[in-house]
């Protein structure tokens, strides 16, 4: 069986993430997207087609290489985002991640873009051979929404990279001096964006809330961080002095911040999947996540949940938490063998060959 892909989301975080894995693991043998980019993927690839269009619009429907797809002759396509094309005529599974654009359309920045996300999910449910939901709460939107056949939705949970492990204190000792972090403080972490589901408002609302948040600090981490804007409602919250901004980092660094934090905290409004739950955990720091959306499903037994809208319930999750930092019991080591990419691709196979074989 030959299984293609449209990996032009190879470097974004997230479909990024699930793109590369699978390209390791050696699920594809034609890639579409950008040369450059695929070229350390090649020995697992046998066929790269250049598609260098951005995604979402009518240009990428206008752009994609449908006649050098043909001539390639995959046996099914896997399109791992909603953006599929829609006038290819060959079989086709599709990942769904989340379906964040309709259940907050409030935060879209146009009525056009709801509707087009709208469209775009009902031909997926309509069009696709097989969809995979990144989990339960995210199939259970789709059939919510879209009437879609449950039959033709498997829930097909992410892994999480091998390179999150628990290291030593000695090897992430120069993070302190890096970003300025003071050594006897309980540390915070989040890792994400500043979109209005994520809900940083609301943490860092509860930040201010917390009885002693002079002796923590709260560290942000990611892109939107580098010329964050956001300094004046730190200061308006008190909490500014407390407050630090990395900026983005590397996979590296990122792993050593996880093992340096007390505590990670996740306070989405809804999540897809919520993979940075599970690269906590495995680098041995415990977790206080939302009790939304499909935050339960992934984070289990093993994490401590607050109501996302309620800033003195996150406070003081957080506050009874932050002193779990290396009670990493058994119950944890075991909930995480279920999320490896070596599941996940072997899954993604399944599902092809079924379809291709259908």
Known sequence: MKLAVDARMLKKSGVGTC???????????????????????????????????????????????????????????????????????????????DLTHLIYPEFLPFKLVHWYFK????????????????????????????????????VV???????????NKASIDYLYEKFLIPRDKKLILYVGNLLPHKNLEKLME??????NKENCRLILVGKAFENYKGRDRETQ???????????????????????????????????????PVLEALSCGTPVACSNTSS??????????????????DIAQ??????????????EIKDWLTQFTWEKTSANVMDIAEKVFKS
């Open 317 to 330: 999750t957080l506050e009874r938490n932050l002193t779990r930092k290396g009670t990493q019991d058994q």
């Open 206 to 211: 509860a930040f201010a809330k917390m009885q």
């Open 19 to 97: 793109i590369h894995q699978f390209l390791l693991h050696n699920c594809y043998k034609i890639a579409m997207g950008n040369p450059s980019e695929l070229e350390p993927y090649k020995k697992n690839i046998s066929e790269i087609i250049p598609f260098h269009c951005s995604i979402y619009g009518y240009k990428e429907q206008l752009h994609f290489p449908y006649r050098k797809l043909s001539g390639a002759k995959p046996d099914v396509l896997h399109v791992p985002h909603c953006n599929i094309p829609l006038f290819y005529r060959g079989k086709m599974i599709v990942t769904i991640h």
């Open 295 to 312: 935050l339960p499903e992934v984070g289990g037994p093993v994490v401590d949940y607050f109501d996302p809208m309620n800033a003195d």
């Open 119 to 154: 469209f775009i999910f009902w031909f997926v449910c309509k069009r696709a051979d097989h969809i995979m939901a990144d989990s339960e709460n995210t199939r259970k939107d789709l059939i919510r929404f879209f009437d879609a056949n449950p039959e033709k939705i498997s």
């Open 157 to 167: 949970p992410l892994g999480v990279g091998k390179e999150f492990i628990v290291k």
């Open 237 to 275: 919250l008190g909490i500014e002095q407390y407050t630090i901004h990395t900026g983005m980092v590397s996979e590296e660094v990122l792993v050593d911040l996880y093992n340096l934090a007390d505590l990670f905290a996740l306070p989405s409004l809804y999540e897809g999947f919520g993979l």
